[in-house]
């Protein structure tokens, strides 16, 4: 199994500041024939199911705020939140869709 | 409008049986994959595997391999999670959700179904 490893566990950031989670998976997860990276990141906020924020490591979903960016390649990835805002409180999970069992990183909480 | 509807809240004990559902709705469902993802109270999530309605192709991780069943209806929009002999450790929230074959990651969540499980 490709295991994915976030850091760090937890985060606190000043509204308006910069967040960033990192992400590192155990093997890569870039798919040469198309050159894509299958790394997908979610926000779960609490009693909510996780949503989609980012897929093939940098496309934002349709409706997800600009100030939510993906970057990297291979096996690490991150996610940059440019401009905390209140409503980001919540714990994000990076996802490799390379190989079955498409495993989650452990989940990052990020905190104001 | 695309989503995913997930059976009600269920309560059982040790040693019974049960099926949960996530029907789906606005999307070609035999055109697609349907996972189950597992979050135990307070913990991250866990990928327990997915089907192709269309054909009952299935992926399973080999954490749950055994464990449970996954399994769907096409005729119906809807796919299943089974345990035929529940222990206190199945205790959980579990979610459906869309694995979109374009672009190869869960886009669509069900809200969750809460797995009870006493003794």
């Known amino acids: 199994d490709i295991v994915m490893t976030q850091s760090p566990d937890s985060l606190a950031v000043s509204l308006g500041e910069r967040a960033t989670i990192n992400c590192k998976s155990s093997?890569?997860?870039?798919?040469?024939?198309?050159?894509?990276?299958?790394l997908s990141w979610y926000q779960q906020k609490p009693g909510q199911p996780p949503k989609l924020l980012i897929y093939w490591a940098s496309i934002r979903e349709s409706g997800v705020p600009d100030r939510f960016s993906g970057s990297g390649s291979g096996t690490d990835f991150t996610l940059t939140i440019s401009s905390l805002q209140a409503e980001d409180v919540a714990v994000y999970y990076c996802q490799q869709c390379y190989n079955p069992p498409y495993t989650f990183g452990q989940g990052t909480q990020l905190e104001i | 409008e695309v989503q995913l509807v997930q059976s009600g809240a269920e309560v059982k004990k040790t040693g019974e049986s049960l099926k949960i559902s996530c029907k789906g709705s606005?999307?070609?469902?035999?055109?697609?994959?349907i996972g189950w993802v597992r979050q135990m109270s307070g913990k991250g999530l866990e990928w327990m595997g997915i089907?192709?309605?269309?054909?009952?192709?299935?992926r399973i991780s080999p954490s749950f391999q055994g464990q449970v069943t996954i399994s769907a209806d096409k005729s119906i929009n809807t796919a299943y999670l089974q345990w035929s002999s529940l222990k206190a450790s199945d205790t959980a929230m579990y979610f459906c959700?869309?694995?979109?074959?374009?672009?190869?990651?869960?886009?669509?969540w069900g809200q969750g179904t809460l797995v009870t499980i006493s003794s």
């Open positions: 959700a869309r694995h979109s074959s374009q672009i190869v990651t869960f886009d669509v």
């Open positions: 606005g999307f070609s469902f035999s055109n697609t994959w």
């Open positions: 089907i192709n309605p269309g054909d009952s192709d299935i």
């Open positions: 093997q890569s997860i870039l798919y040469s024939p198309n050159n894509k990276n299958y």
